[in-house]
């Protein structure tokens, strides 16, 4: 299906403009996008976000023993259980503040207790840093905020961990998980899906870019660790049902549909969406398509499903 005529300007915009240059650090780059972030109307695509709905409480805290800083979204009179999030930025940038929107709208349409991890960065913190950080992160929220139900979930860097969590939560006898849900995740960091060829420009995420950002994650790590790419782990059995939320014009599609297919082989229960004419990170743009109203309430009805079930 062709790119959604509604994003056509917008990648016209986001196409035009100069590229950052290769001398650029990821420190640098990150500060220019927290100061992006910071400054008044943040991103150049704010406007095309629905506000986020208010909720009872937030507020941040601290993962003991080492500090991970985590916030913490509370609505209603109870909470009907616990999701953890990890943002997204290809694990050398991102913040809760980038993924405030969604976790509020989470909290406020589910009644869950939505913790948001924000997790150490590379490249001055390689793998494993950031995915300790998100299993810490995980065992402190069950610690916390448990008995009950439990799930994982993130957007792209951040789906991967989620993958990841699932992975280590089976393997270290860990917290036991209801529900792993991946929006546009990267499931393969040996980049050889073939969506990675088809869209690697004018979408947004380039292949360029892809390359950099798993340079900066891995180093000279293997990128075919199942700890990275989840796509490789010999044994999925045994994991905790899965819903993926991909865009059809994402070089990450394909990572999407083969993970849902080794899920399917090895018996977990998986529900996979694709987005027609949708590019990495056009579901957040809430107040522009149509299309992200309705995968936000894909998302939303999944987990009430979850919680029902």
């Known amino acids: 299906m062709p790119l959604d005529p509604l994003l056509v300007p917008l990648l016209e915009v986001y196409s035009s403009l100069p590229p ?12 220019e996008r927290d100061e992006a972030r910071r400054s008044a109307g943040g991103s150049p695509y704010a406007r095309y976000i629905e506000a986020a709905p208010d909720v009872d409480e937030v507020y941040e805290d ?11 979204y509370r609505h209603g009179p109870a909470s009907a259980g616990t999701l953890v999030y990890y943002h997204g930025g290809g694990w050398w940038s991102g913040h809760p503040d980038d993924s405030d929107t969604r976790c509020r709208t989470i909290a406020a ?15 001055e913190h390689r793998f494993p840093a950031g ?40 393997e270290r006898g860990g917290p036991s998980l209801d529900l792993q849900i991946m929006e546009i995740p990267a499931f393969d960091l040996t980049l050889s899906s073939p969506s990675i060829a088809t869209y690697a420009e004018g979408y947004v995420l380039t292949g360029k870019e892809l390359r950099w950002c798993v340079e900066n994650y891995l180093g000279g790590h293997d990128p075919a660790d199942p700890l990275v790419s989840p796509l490789f782990a010999d044994d999925l059995t045994g ?32 529900t996979h969406v694709e987005f027609e004419g949708q ?20 998302l939303l009805d999944s987990i009430r499903a979850s919680l029902k079930a």
């Not at 950052?20 to 500060?31: C, D, G, L, N, Y």
């Not at 349409?109 to 490249?123: F, K, Q």
């Open 20 to 31: 950052t240059p290769e001398w650029k650090s990821a420190a640098e780059r990150r500060r």
């Open 62 to 72: 601290s993962v003991p023993p080492d500090g991970v800083a985590v916030r913490v």
């Open 109 to 123: 349409g589910t009644g869950l207790t939505v913790v948001s991890v924000d997790y150490r960065l590379a490249p």
């Open 131 to 170: 995915a300790e950080d998100c299993y810490r992160a995980l065992e402190w929220a069950a610690e916390s905020f448990g008995p009950g139900w439990l799930g994982v979930t993130g957007e792209s860097a951040g789906g991967n961990l989620a993958a990841v969590m699932a992975l280590l939560a089976r």
């Open 239 to 270: 994991l905790p049902p899965a819903v993926i939320l991909t865009a059809e014009c994402d070089p990450l599609a394909d990572d999407g549909s083969r993970y849902a297919a080794r899920l399917r082989e090895s018996g977990v229960p998986v």
């Open 279 to 298: 590019v990495h990170g056009s579901q957040m743009l809430t107040g522009l398509l149509p299309v992200a109203r309705a995968w936000r309430e894909t």
